[in-house]
Nanobody, 124 residues
Framework: QVQLIESGGGLVQAGGSLRLSCAASGRTLSTYAMGWFRQAPGKEREFVARIDWGGSRIRYVDSVKGRFTISSVYAKDTVYLQMNSLKFEDTAVYYC?????????????????WGKGTQVTVSS
C-alpha cells in the first residue's frame, strides 16, 4: 500500500500563487509516476499534471500550461505543484495520485493510490 498526504492548499486572490505538496509513504517503490488531479463542485475530476519519479515525462492539461509546474524529489518521496497566476476557475479540491503503470498516465483510472485532497480557493 501507498499513503499520500497533500498539503499547501488555501485561499488566495486571483493572480496569486500556492505550492501544493504530496508526501508519499509505504511501498513507494511500486509506483512509477505521480499525478495531480482536481475536482470543482459539480464537475468531474480533471487531470492537471503528471511526472515520473525521476522528473521526466511531464504533462499538463492545457488550461494550466505556463502557470503550473510539477516537480518531484525522489529522495523525499515528495511531489510538488507550484501554481502561479491563479484564476478563479482553478478553485477545486486538488488530489495527489500514484500510478503503478509505466506509461504516461493522464486518466484517473490509471492511478491506484489517492490522497484525500486539499482545497484550493481562488477569490476573484
Amino acid at each position: 500500500q501507498v499513503q499520500l498526504i497533500e498539503s499547501g492548499g488555501g485561499l488566495v486572490q486571483a493572480g496569486g500563487s500556492l505550492r501544493l505538496s504530496c508526501a508519499a509513504s509505504g511501498r513507494t517503490l511500486s509506483t512509477y509516476a505521480m499525478g495531480w488531479f482536481r475536482q470543482a463542485p459539480g464537475k468531474e475530476r480533471e487531470f492537471v499534471a503528471r511526472i515520473d519519479w525521476g522528473g521526466s515525462r511531464i504533462r499538463y492539461v492545457d488550461s494550466v500550461k505556463g502557470r503550473f509546474t510539477i516537480s518531484s524529489v525522489y529522495a523525499k518521496d515528495t511531489v510538488y505543484l507550484q501554481m502561479n497566476s491563479l484564476k478563479f476557475e482553478d478553485t477545486a479540491v486538488y488530489y495527489c495520485a500514484a500510478s503503478v503503470r509505466p506509461g504516461i498516465a493522464t486518466e484517473s483510472v490509471e492511478y491506484r493510490y489517492w490522497g484525500k485532497g486539499t482545497q484550493v480557493t481562488v477569490s476573484s
